[in-house]
């Protein structure tokens, strides 16, 4: 059991000097016997959503790797937009492993901001955001849209609801926009519903599933109805340190999604089997502050059963390959680049991150930053698998900037240039949150 100690407390004097003159014998290091534990700056979060965390181990010599870990993990919470630790000496000789903590801005009052989404453009967004409801580290989201997404919806979030790191997530809503690439409006409501499991360190596994009703309409009138179950697996292999800008680690993830249609009236029987597979690695190629990071990725996606139309993916956004425009209904239509759309998919990113202004904090939870990022996408798109490796690859090169913000992570600026059989594209500007991978 961790000894908690809230406050900061003066230690002065002359014992200090011994301690120090060791320190230096031992080439700067300082591995006194932690005995106590101590965390502040928490005025919201509860403490045990911060002792929880912690797995450095009392009565034992300092294991900065360990402390380094839990700082690591404090600030994966989401919670907190700065975490540093230190080593606070006493006359005995042993040392207290000390926590400090700066709260993120947890929450947003009522109100409403334009919001801009590459595939509907331009909403009036509001509602409610609580990323620390509680003070449990849950968030609650009420809010819509109007403009070019009518939404409205209800989620919340537990990271740690029934236990040791099992997590639950409830999400109820509704949207109506238009497709960007076929004469549709889509008419979209659904429930969803997923668990999660931590197993040690670094797997993690979820299992859900997700009700949802789709239409489908043209000149008001509906060309298609859907309505669905589809259950949700997902396993992952994570070893980043740090989920939002990672300076190292590793990220494996396979996702399994199974649409089967419910027969109605309206609809009929309708089934098919999505897995996604991604893999992800980072590395660190300096030691300043001012990390740069290479970073790579490769993506899979195939799927199996029926295949129409209006499941068609496509090539040219923020998420898969950049540097080439969203499609519209006159290049769809057109056929001209065709190699854009398809159901099975294979890509592949390598980022070059470099922090220009490592991100910090303001005693009000506020965050400051900026990296820059030259990337090269390459990858291709098809109908089936076996056309997919017949593909021309279509590829994106260009860069970016990254501004850390509370509650989203970052926000994601790319200006790349497609270049596919020889022809290069005119500069497509992206917009995104979070980091590509």
Not at 190 to 215: C, D, V, Y
Not at 315 to 339: C, H, I, M
Request: charged share 20%; net charge negative.
């Amino acid at each position: 059991m961790l000894e908690i100690k809230l406050k900061k407390r003066p230690y002065k004097g002359l014992f200090l000097l011994p301690i120090i003159l060791c320190s230096l014998l031992n080439g700067g290091e300082y591995y006194p016997i932690i005995s106590s534990i101590e965390f502040y700056g928490n005025t919201k979060t509860m403490d045990f959503v911060i002792v929880r965390e912690i797995q450095h181990s009392l009565n034992v010599p300092l294991d900065s790797i360990i402390a380094e870990a839990d700082r690591d993990r404090l600030d994966n919470l989401g919670t907190f937009s700065e975490v540093s630790w230190r080593v606070v000496p006493l006359e005995d000789d042993t040392g207290i492993l000390s926590f400090i903590l700066t709260e993120s801005i947890q929450k947003t009052p009522p109100g409403a901001l334009p919001v801009y989404d590459e595939k509907t453009g331009w909403s009036l967004t509001g509602g409610w955001i609580i990323q620390n409801f509680r003070g449990r580290n849950q968030t609650l989201q009420l809010g819509g849209s109007i403009g070019g997404q009518d939404t409205y919806g209800i989620n919340f979030a537990d990271p740690w609801m029934f236990g040791n790191h099992v997590s639950l997530s409830l999400g109820i809503g509704r949207s109506l926009f238009r497709h960007n690439f076929l004469d549709r409006e889509l008419d979209v409501g659904s429930f969803q519903m997923t668990f999660g499991r931590w197993f040690g360190e670094s797997i993690k596994s979820s299992l859900g599933f997700e009700l949802e009703e789709k239409s489908f309409s043209n000149d008001n009138t509906v060309s298609d109805y859907y309505y669905y179950f589809s259950p949700q697996v997902s396993i992952n292999y994570d070893t980043r340190n740090v989920y939002w800008n990672p300076g190292k680690g590793i990220l494996v993830s396979h996702y399994f999604y199974f649409m089967n249609g419910i027969e109605t009236p309206e609809t009929s029987d309708y089934t098919f089997l999505i897995w996604r597979q991604s893999y992800s690695l980072f590395f660190k190629l300096n030691q300043s502050k001012k990390k740069l990071v290479l970073a790579l990725n490769g993506t899979v996606k195939r799927k199996w059963g029926e295949k129409e139309e209006v499941w068609l993916n496509y090539f040219g956004d923020s998420y898969t390959v950049r540097g080439w425009a969203l499609p519209n209904q006159k290049l769809y239509n057109s056929q001209d680049e065709s190699f854009r759309f398809g159901h099975e998919s294979a890509y592949a990113s390598i980022e070059l991150r470099k922090d220009i202004i490592p991100k910090y904090a303001t005693k009000y939870g506020t965050e400051f930053g900026l990296s820059l990022v030259a990337f090269y996408d390459v990858g291709m798109i098809a109908e089936d698998w076996i056309n997919l490796q017949n593909m021309k690859p279509m590829s994106g090169t260009g860069f970016g900037i990254r501004i850390p913000i509370p509650m989203v992570d970052a926000i994601r600026i790319d200006l790349g240039w497609g270049y596919r059989d020889g022809e290069w594209n005119s500069p497509t500007l992206h917009w995104g949150i979070q980091q590509k991978f």
